[in-house]
């Protein structure tokens, strides 16, 4: 019997809605005084060169000594996307601080731009789209684990670097049966590349999967291409998470965030591809 994959739009929701962001251009590093208990504001944006998947979410922290997944969302706020184009979206809250845009898809090396209207704050956040680049093959190879006790499998996804330098990837793996802490692991699962020492050549990114994998296990995975702003966030976010071990509680410093006025979150334009396989 085969057990399937789960593909999840909101693949970075996990970690973000934690931890957050750096933009290039304007890097700053938030830290949080784990003396004061003040809620602060987490805000996650996302435009993708898919429809229907835009999206902002709004929320508030908890305190760092008690930690909790429960954040509260703030409604009621005004969330405009717009682009270098002229066009501009005021998204529509479809639940508690979350909101949707109408848009179609975003277009490869548009930059867009977000606004947030909060608490009587305004919050600002500018991301450039890449080119996209699909994936080339997704396989898997069986490897035997330590002194032949267990089996494991090595994945890796091929991808052509485009000839430019300054390329960035974050690869997303999905299995639903996979529990999410042994999926993902130290890092949150964060599984990044950049093309400084392989610019213009073919990739083969291998990653390894938590967890008890069976030939017809349906795995699938998904290759996100990033701007250098979000790949920092991810990075530091990563290193931040393997540091503080606790992915129930803000870190007493947090990633490079590109969103204005001291909120926690970030902003990101990317585009994604995807492939599946089922294990032999």
Avoid at 64 to 73: H, I, Q, S
Avoid at 111 to 131: D, F, H, L, R
Avoid at 196 to 205: A, I, P, Q, R
Avoid at 226 to 244: G, K, N
């Amino acid at each position: 019997m085969r057990r399937r994959f789960v593909t999840r739009p909101g693949w970075h929701l996990p970690f973000v809605l934690l931890l957050t962001f750096g933009f290039y251009s304007c890097q700053k590093v938030v830290s949080v005084d784990l003396n004061q208990s003040n809620p602060q504001i987490v805000i996650v944006g996302l435009v993708a060169d898919q429809g229907g998947t835009d999206s902002v979410t709004v929320d508030m922290t908890g305190d760092y000594f008690t930690p909790t997944l429960n954040f509260p969302p703030v409604t009621g706020a005004t969330v405009v996307i717009s682009d270098d184009a002229g066009s501009a979206d005021t998204m529509r809250e479809v639940d508690n601080g979350v909101y949707y845009s109408t848009n179609p898809q975003g277009v490869p090396g548009r930059t867009y731009a977000m606004k947030v209207i909060a608490n009587g704050k305004n919050y600002e956040a500018v991301s450039t789209m890449p080119q996209k680049v699909d994936i080339d093959s997704f396989y898997a190879v069986k490897s035997t684990g330590l002194f032949g006790r267990r089996s494991d499998y090595d994945f890796y996804v091929t991808f052509k670097d485009p000839p430019q330098l300054g390329n960035y990837y974050r690869i997303v793996p999905h299995a639903d049966f996979i529990p999410a802490d042994s999926l993902y692991g130290d890092g949150g699962g964060i599984f990044l590349y950049d093309d400084e020492y392989t610019t213009g050549n073919e990739v083969s990114y291998r990653f390894r999967l938590g967890g008890t994998i069976v030939p017809g296990d349906t795995i699938g995975v998904d290759l996100l291409c990033i701007d250098r702003a979000t790949y920092e966030y991810l990075r530091t976010l990563r290193t931040t998470i393997q540091t503080d071990r606790s992915p129930t509680s803000l870190a007493p410093a947090n990633p490079n965030t590109n969103i204005s006025n001291g909120a926690l979150g970030y902003f990101s334009a990317y585009t994604i591809d995807s492939k599946t396989l089922v294990v032999k």
